[in-house]
């Protein structure tokens, strides 16, 4: 097999061929649910499958990027994929394509859509890679339903950069007659979403106008589409933008054709969601084990601006304790835009590079840049020494958040394992 010459190039051409060339399998899957978004995909997949799996339902699902292992990308009826099955049908798609060019991701999606056909289930939730419009989930000519999350600027080198150019990617998910739940969105994006929904006369329902969250003391109040008012308990995911993705996947849900979740069973899975690098606390492990009686280690993978202002709004919330921040960002990413939004709430934060990356940003290139929005930054040869150091120049107990990438929140699980 020869991969394209570029990681990533958005075209449908080869997918399509190679679909061809293995029998359609995209012809042969349960009902879809297509997510796209910038922020928030992988949380709201990650809720409605919780609240489906706990109504008895049989759940694929397809997300991306992995954090540890490859095979953390397809869960097949509610397990992950066995790793002689994901070898197997990974061959079959290299033989079936022969010498001719495909993307890492584009020959991945093919096999995954392999293994959903060939394995029963109830559903299938299926995450954008790259976009919408010409992501390599982007052949399901009718799917159940589709979600967007909340849209902002991120990959401009792919998707353009203003925030109506990369709403008009993420919006070409969106199919004739099918319905779509939007999240959050700000008016410019929103604005392309609506019109791309009636070109395509699909109905669309929008947070805060045609559904509504409201945060209470214990969870949240939702009225959903049916104009029906419910309270729910606050997931197990923290942080009050989780609120608002467990909002999402419940419209969703209340929308998605042939399928009943029972308020039992969405109230169970709100508090069973499996998310790791979500705002996740870290309390053991070789990592967690260097801390100080009363410090606390968290770990996130937001890496863009609209994630950078989500930590923000958390960070302002641990006002009983400082924050410090340990830092490593792929050099695509506006590190700036990220960073800015939680100048004001960290005392200061401690750059590495992540480990094996060759696209990584250098731990000088993250320091300069906090500097530059206002932190007081540092450099770490490693996430343990970054540790030891933010330990060493804070004497009284203190949070840690570890951020910038799920490339290095994945080798944070991993060492910390």
Known sequence: MRLHPKSIDLVLDRVWRLLSRVGDPQLKLPPVVHVAGTNGKGSTIAMMRAMLEAAGYRVHVYTSPHLVRFAERIRLAGELIPEPMLTDLLEECEQANGPDPITYFEITTVAAYLAFSRTPADILLLETGLGGRLDATNVIDRPALTVITPVS????????????????????????????????????????????????????????????????????????????????????????????????????????????????????????????????????????????????????GGHNAGAGEMLAAVLSQWDDRPAHLICGMINTKAADDFLQPMAKHVAGLQAVAIPGEINSRTAGETARTARDVGMNAGEAETVAAAIRAIIAAEPAPCRILICGSLYLAGTVLSENS
């Open 153 to 300: 600027i991120d990959h401009v080198q792919y998707l353009g950069n203003t925030l109506p150019a990369i709403a008009g990617e993420k919006a070409g998910i969106i199919k004739p007659g099918v319905a779509c739940i939007s999240g959050p969105q700000k008016p410019a994006a929103l604005a392309v979403l609506q019109q791309r929904a009636d070109d395509s006369s699909a109905p669309l329902f929008a947070a805060g106008r045609d559904w509504l969250v409201t945060q209470t003391e214990t969870g949240f109040s939702l009225r959903g589409t049916s104009r029906q008012t419910r309270d729910y308990p606050r997931p197990s995911l923290p942080g009050d933008h989780q609120v608002i993705n467990a909002a999402t996947a419940i419209v969703a849900l209340e929308n998605l054709p042939g399928v009943t979740v029972p308020i039992e069973a969405r109230h169970a899975g709100l508090q069973a969601i499996d998310w790791p690098a979500r705002l996740q606390r870290l309390n053991r492990g070789e990592l967690a084990d260097l801390l100080p009686a009363g410090y606390e280690l968290w770990l996130d």
